[in-house]
């Protein structure tokens, strides 16, 4: 009974009758959904929704073909699953001939292929616009409960830093930075079939207060790179909202500013001389160069380069001794090599051109999305972490299906 109201609250559908009636569609967008939120609260637990998730989509996929259903891509989507072979092509070789095939062809499977497939679903899946926007506010109302639960963590125990539900501070600054500026961005849209915008903005400020909380500069810097975006749309929108949405921030950077604790916190970003965080990464990055150098095509095999760092290249003054690079870019480069790094880039600034109508708020959504994750990317290896990946596959999928069908 409790599955069957739970099918009736993602679909907006009354359910009636025992649970073999359920169309697989609605339990798969129901299991990927709650996969989406309990991910960095347990992996394990992640992984079984999203499993589920997987058996239902295929089932409902083959129960499609027997009815003689053609699936459909548009041309924009079919372009954009080229243009992600070309990124994975581009990685594969690294996988194949890298120090230890093994690990990291296994590596490139679950990044490439077991991850995606929350695209794939999202695409793939017949379902009604409004399945699908519940499942996106489902999921930014959880993290709007896991900000609020951050908040209270840091207040409680009075420690520097707070992890909310789950374990990872740079996981949850992605995840944040991704999913965020959906919350906003539904708030400030003229649209009338976006439903709860009030909602939104409250589940916004917690999402906020949530990163500023756990003391997680990239997050601040991942909000702060989409609000111009935000801004600049939600002028033209509505000019009352505009100013409200302003008004906020301002608000909140003066308490930020106030807060002695936060305002050393914020000032420490530009710090590589007493601050070991920043400092070591950049002696890793310094490291990186000769690094590519020396293997520039294919690099070092998909999670190996941090290795050889540590084994050939670290010096004196990482004082942390750095099992990766911290950045997405760098250690691209020095994995993947050259052709790596061009795959990814090229990935990125597709995925930004994909969607660079701002007319509607789902696409506005999308490049928000991408642009938080990019600018993350630059302080943490961020295509590693399978939940903020998973996540951004999430509101990639939700933006292009909502788009396409409005």
Same mark, same amino acid.
């Given at each position: 009974m409790?599955?069957?109201?739970?099918? !009736?609250?993602? =679909?907006?559908?009354?359910?009636?009758?025992? /649970?073999?009636?359920?169309?697989?569609? *609605?339990?798969?967008?129901?299991?990927?959904?709650?996969?989406?939120?309990?991910q960095?609260?347990?992996?394990?637990?992640?992984?079984?929704?999203?499993?589920?998730?997987?058996?239902f989509?295929?089932?409902?996929?083959?129960?499609?073909? $027997?009815s003689?259903? *053609?699936?459909f891509?548009?041309?924009?989507?079919?372009?954009?699953?080229?243009?992600?072979?070309?990124?994975?092509?581009?990685?594969?070789p690294?996988?194949?001939?890298?120090?230890?095939?093994?690990?990291?062809?296994?590596?490139?499977?679950d990044?490439?292929?077991l991850?995606?497939?929350?695209?794939?679903m999202? /695409?793939?899946l017949k379902?009604d616009?409004?399945?699908?926007?519940?499942?996106?506010?489902f999921?930014?109302?959880?993290?709007?409960i896991?900000?609020?639960?951050?908040?209270?963590?840091r207040?409680?125990?009075?420690?520097?830093?707070?992890?909310?539900?789950g374990?990872?501070?740079?996981r949850?600054?992605?995840?944040?930075?991704? @999913?965020?500026?959906? =919350?906003? /961005?539904?708030? @400030?849209?003229? $649209?009338? %079939?976006?439903?709860?915008?009030?909602?939104?903005?409250?589940?916004?400020?917690c @999402?906020?207060?949530?990163?500023?909380?756990?003391?997680? $500069?990239?997050?601040w810097?991942?909000i702060?790179?989409?609000?111009?975006?935000?801004?600049?749309?939600? !002028?033209?929108?509505?000019p009352?909202?505009?100013?409200?949405?302003l008004?906020?921030?301002?608000?909140?950077?003066?308490?930020?500013v106030?807060t002695?604790?936060?305002?050393?916190?914020?000032?420490?970003?530009?710090n590589?001389?007493?601050d070991? !965080?920043?400092g070591?990464? &950049?002696?890793?990055?310094?490291s990186?160069?000769?690094?590519?150098?020396?293997?520039?095509?294919?690099?070092?095999g998909?999670?190996?380069?941090?290795?050889?760092?540590?084994?050939?290249?670290?010096?004196?003054? %990482?004082?942390?001794?750095?099992?990766h690079?911290?950045?997405?870019?760098?250690?691209?480069?020095?994995? =993947?090599?050259?052709?790596?790094f061009i795959?990814?880039?090229?990935?990125? &600034?597709?995925s930004?051109?994909?969607? $660079?109508r701002?007319?509607?708020?789902?696409?506005?959504?999308g490049?928000c999305?991408?642009?938080?994750?990019?600018?993350?990317?630059?302080?943490?290896?961020?295509?590693g972490?399978?939940?903020?990946?998973?996540?951004?596959?999430?509101?990639?999928?939700?933006?292009?299906?909502?788009?396409d069908?409005?």
């Amino acid at each position: 009974m409790a599955l069957n109201n739970l099918t !009736s609250i993602i =679909s907006g559908k009354k359910i009636i009758g025992p /649970i073999h009636k359920v169309k697989f569609n *609605h339990l798969c967008l129901i299991m990927l959904t709650l996969a989406i939120c309990v991910q960095r609260l347990t992996i394990a637990v992640g992984n079984i929704f999203y499993a589920f998730a997987i058996v239902f989509f295929i089932t409902d996929t083959y129960q499609r073909y $027997r009815s003689g259903e *053609h699936l459909f891509l548009s041309k924009q989507i079919k372009r954009y699953f080229l243009v992600y072979i070309f990124f994975a092509l581009m990685i594969l070789p690294s996988a194949i001939f890298s120090l230890n095939p093994e690990y990291s062809f296994s590596k490139f499977i679950d990044y490439f292929v077991l991850r995606f497939i929350v695209l794939i679903m999202l /695409i793939f899946l017949k379902i009604d616009n409004e399945a699908i926007k519940k499942a996106l506010f489902f999921f930014i109302a959880f993290m709007a409960i896991d900000g609020l639960v951050t908040l209270a963590e840091r207040f409680v125990t009075q420690a520097p830093r707070a992890q909310g539900l789950g374990d990872g501070w740079l996981r949850h600054a992605s995840i944040v930075a991704t @999913i965020f500026p959906a =919350s906003i /961005i539904f708030w @400030i849209s003229r $649209r009338k %079939d976006i439903r709860y915008k009030n909602l939104m903005l409250f589940c916004a400020v917690c @999402i906020v207060l949530g990163a500023i909380a756990s003391g997680t $500069r990239s997050s601040w810097l991942g909000i702060l790179s989409v609000m111009p975006f935000v801004l600049y749309q939600g !002028s033209k929108w509505s000019p009352k909202k505009f100013f409200a949405l302003l008004a906020i921030f301002i608000c909140i950077g003066g308490a930020i500013v106030a807060t002695p604790q936060l305002h050393q916190r914020a000032t420490s970003i530009v710090n590589i001389t007493t601050d070991r !965080s920043n400092g070591d990464r &950049v002696e890793a990055w310094k490291s990186a160069v000769v690094m590519v150098q020396e293997k520039p095509v294919i690099g070092y095999g998909i999670l190996q380069g941090g290795k050889v760092y540590l084994q050939s290249y670290r010096t004196a003054a %990482d004082t942390q001794g750095l099992g990766h690079f911290h950045n997405i870019y760098v250690q691209t480069a020095v994995d =993947s090599g050259i052709l790596g790094f061009i795959g990814l880039i090229t990935f990125m &600034v597709y995925s930004l051109w994909m969607f $660079r109508r701002w007319d509607s708020p789902y696409t506005l959504m999308g490049f928000c999305a991408w642009i938080g994750f990019i600018v993350v990317g630059f302080f943490d290896y961020t295509w590693g972490m399978s939940a903020a990946v998973k996540t951004l596959w999430f509101v990639t999928g939700c933006s292009l299906r909502l788009y396409d069908n409005a």
